[in-house]
């Protein structure tokens, strides 16, 4: 299949800021071949009229909680730690796998139609999200939420379980797979699980991790009353900073 997308704008984003005004857009298959002009003895079996339109690159999600699609717009009235305690932590202790499935599955085609081409995310049954990912196209970096406060809190799997997944998902989807370790917040997980995920980790080879950044308003007040300087200094101290590569999150 041969597509060209014709008289477009192309926003190229390159380190010149270079604009390619009534450009053209070559692609074979799944292939980009040309972008400019078309290239010679190219024949499309479709063309689009670009005019009047803006061609970028794909977008990224740089962290999102990709089912929660489902719970979207509940309690948006109540603050912070209410939010939590009432409503969302309640429902996600009944999440089913299937629950993250179809959650996920609304997420990729809301991030598709809006241009994303890939995301992180940070939630449960992260092996169901990469059923999505498989099936979706996308790229994506998932992570298995961990509490780190008791196996009774964790949903789906522990840390053990989390590993697994890791390992088992790693370079999926045709190499559009990242998976990666991710505990919840330094206001839940206590000092010492931090340590441990950090450990595992490193004894992970292909793991690396997904925490929370610097946060603020009532989410950083909860970090700092439970484990004060909610940020690098905070993984440094517990050890998770040697030698992995760690992805900040939640950094608002």
């Not at 997308?5 to 071949?33: H, M, S, W």
């Not at 409503?87 to 241009?115: F, P």
């Not at 196209?137 to 799997?157: N, P, R």
Request: include cysteine.
């Amino acid at each position: 299949m041969r597509l060209l997308i014709k008289d477009v704008t192309v926003l190229t984003l390159d380190e010149a800021g270079t604009i390619l005004p009534a450009a053209a857009i070559a692609i074979e298959d799944r292939t980009i071949r040309a972008i400019g002009a078309v290239p010679e003895g190219f024949e499309p079996d479709e063309t689009i009229d670009g005019y009047n339109h803006l061609a970028v690159p794909g977008f990224f999600n740089a962290h999102c909680h990709a089912a929660m699609t489902f719970e979207r717009g509940w309690a948006e009235d109540l603050p912070l730690d209410r939010w939590f305690n009432e409503r969302i932590w309640v429902a996600e202790s009944a999440l089913t796998s299937d629950d993250v499935y179809w959650g996920a599955a609304l997420a990729a085609c809301e991030m598709i139609r809006s241009g994303c081409v890939g995301f992180n995310d940070h939630y449960f049954y992260m092996d169901r999200v990469a059923e999505v990912v498989a099936q979706s196209g996308m790229k994506a970096a998932l992570t298995w939420c961990q509490f780190g406060i008791g196996a009774d809190k964790e949903v789906g799997t522990g840390l053990d379980g989390a590993l697994a997944f890791v390992d088992r998902w790693q370079g999926g989807a045709g190499g559009r797979l990242r998976t990666v370790l991710g505990p919840h917040s330094p206001y839940v997980c206590p000092p010492e699980f931090f340590a441990r995920d950090g450990g595992a980790g490193a004894r992970a080879p292909t793991a690396a991790a997904h925490p929370p950044g610097r946060v603020t308003g009532a989410d950083g007040e909860l970090a700092e009353s439970a484990w004060a300087d909610a940020g690098p200094r905070t993984w440094k101290r517990a050890g998770c900073l040697t030698g992995r590569a760690w992805r900040r999150t939640r950094c608002i």
